[in-house]
């Protein structure tokens, strides 16, 4: 599905933003390939419970140290000669990114996913044409939200892809001819290339967002 690379979903819980302050109370992962069955959770020792936080009880809580050697090496099982490398991916990297960086880099010292990650909404917008569209991806979402970290990177793995293949049938498809809308203010949907009637704010055909 992805040339060379291991693309992994993470989410994190934590009790408070602030990284160097606040604690990562726990965090989950998933790698991204069709079935999204091979996961990862890990219960971490803190002072505070996370905010909103779903626990998994029956995980052993581990210092970070041995939560972040334990990733790593579920990480690298998944390593073959194609494919090599590892992208992270999250709803918010700018939040998830952070505190998965720093664990790392402050127990053993080096982060197998580099250093970049990427958003899913952001990839989302690159597929709509819509740079203000980062949100709706959402809809692809089929395992419930509920703050366990595993459960919502699953979730967020399902609308990866679904993303991936709508790229997918992009790039194959056979190039329609440009439409020009009939009457003012109809507009063509950019992604199926369909009239839209001006009072709608959505495409009727692949639901994408007026510009």
């Not at 040339?3 to 993470?10: C, G, S």
Request: charged share 25%.
């Amino acid at each position: 599905m992805f040339k060379n690379k291991i693309f992994v979903v993470v989410d994190v819980e934590s009790n408070g933003p602030i990284v160097s302050k606040d604690e990562m109370t726990s965090f989950g992962a998933v790698i991204v390939e069709n079935e999204l069955k091979k996961t990862f959770y890990a219960r971490l020792e803190c002072k505070k419970p996370g905010y909103m936080e779903s626990v998994d009880t029956s995980a052993p809580i581990e210092t970070p140290m041995q939560a972040m050697e334990r990733f790593e090496n579920w990480l690298n099982s998944y390593k073959t000669d194609q494919l090599n490398s590892f992208v992270f991916v999250s709803d918010n990297p700018c939040f998830d990114w952070q505190f998965i960086n720093y664990y790392f880099l402050t127990t053993i010292g080096r982060n197998p996913f580099g250093f970049s990650g990427r958003r899913i909404g952001d990839i989302w917008s690159g597929l709509t044409k819509n740079i203000n569209d980062h949100s709706d991806w959402r809809k692809f979402v089929k395992t419930t939200h509920d703050h366990n970290p595993t459960n919502d990177a699953i979730g967020h793995g399902e609308a990866l892809l679904e993303i991936v293949s709508q790229m997918q049938q992009n790039s194959t498809a056979p190039k329609e001819k440009v439409v020009s809308p009939a009457r003012k203010g109809d507009w063509v949907c950019p992604i199926c290339n369909v009239v839209i009637w001006a009072s709608k704010l959505e495409c009727a055909k692949c639901h994408s967002k007026k510009n």
